[in-house]
T-cell receptor, first 112, second 111 residues
Framework: KAGVTQTPRYLIKTRGQQVTLSCSPI?????VSWYQQTPGQGLQFLFE???????NKGNFPGRFSGRQFSNSRSEMNVSTLELGDSALYLC???????????FGSGTQLSVL | DQQVKQNSPSLSVQEGRISILNCDYT??????FLWYKKYPAEGPTFLIS?????DKNEDGRFTVFLNKSAKHLSLHIVSSQPGDSAVYFC??????????FGQGTELSVKP
């Protein structure tokens, strides 16, 4: 079974731009979660989608949004990028509940 | 509000010795706990988990201990090897909830 696939692997943007990150979960997994990893902060929960509906949400501003498609693939969008948005964005999938997660390799976003 | 805390950012251990990584949590509703291991430029991979109805779970060289009264869990790695060098994250969840991670502890196993 293929693992969780995230594209692109690396991304460089400038302040004020917007960005879309993509995630393809493991086949058969219906839950997709997104996390932001920054040094010293660990993995901060952004949101979780299940069957195209946002089921849980973290404490991030509205500039961070996401969606899930009928094939369980998910996208994450960040608008009006700030320097502090530079981070590794990780997508994870699971069959039903967002307990035992399987992670992708992440998208490394640099905002200049 | 950091509900899951790993207070040691780093740990250095000699090869062959035991590594002990610690994690504290504040939310008494958490009922499932996991440890993940992360190498640079890769996503975290699941290592071991424990349900709140148990106080110990073992898998090969890895053992997780849960002390519910102290809201504390620990990961013990016996016979530590250089290949165990990575960042270790503990995580916790409650039923139907999201997985909350700690800040991570970077383990370095020296030959």
């Amino acid at each position: 079974k293929a693992g969780v696939t995230q594209t692109p692997r690396y991304l460089i943007k400038t302040r004020g731009q917007q960005v879309t990150l993509s995630c393809s979960p493991i086949s058969g997994h219906r839950s997709v979660s997104w996390y932001q990893q920054t040094p010293g902060q660990g993995l901060q929960f952004l949101f979780e989608y299940f069957s195209e509906t946002q089921r849980n949400k973290g404490n991030f501003p509205g500039r961070f949004s996401g969606r899930q498609f009928s094939n369980s693939r998910s996208e994450m969008n960040v608008s009006t990028l700030e320097l502090g948005d530079s981070a590794l964005y990780l997508c994870a999938s699971s069959p039903q509940t967002a307990e035992k997660l399987f992670f992708g390799s992440g998208t490394q976003l640099s905002v200049l | 509000d950091q509900q899951v805390k790993q207070n040691s950012p780093s740990l250095s251990v000699q090869e062959g010795r035991i590594s002990i990584l610690n994690c504290d949590y504040t939310n008494s509703m958490f009922d499932y706990f996991l440890w993940y291991k992360k190498y640079p430029a890769e996503g975290p991979t699941f290592l071991i988990s424990i349900s709140s109805i148990k106080d110990k779970n073992e898998d090969g060289r890895f053992t997780v201990f849960l002390n519910k009264s102290a809201k504390h869990l620990s990961l013990h790695i016996v016979s530590s090897q250089p290949g165990d060098s990575a960042v270790y994250f503990c995580a916790a969840s409650s039923e139907g909830g999201k997985l909350i991670f700690g800040q991570g502890t970077e383990l370095s196993v020296k030959p």
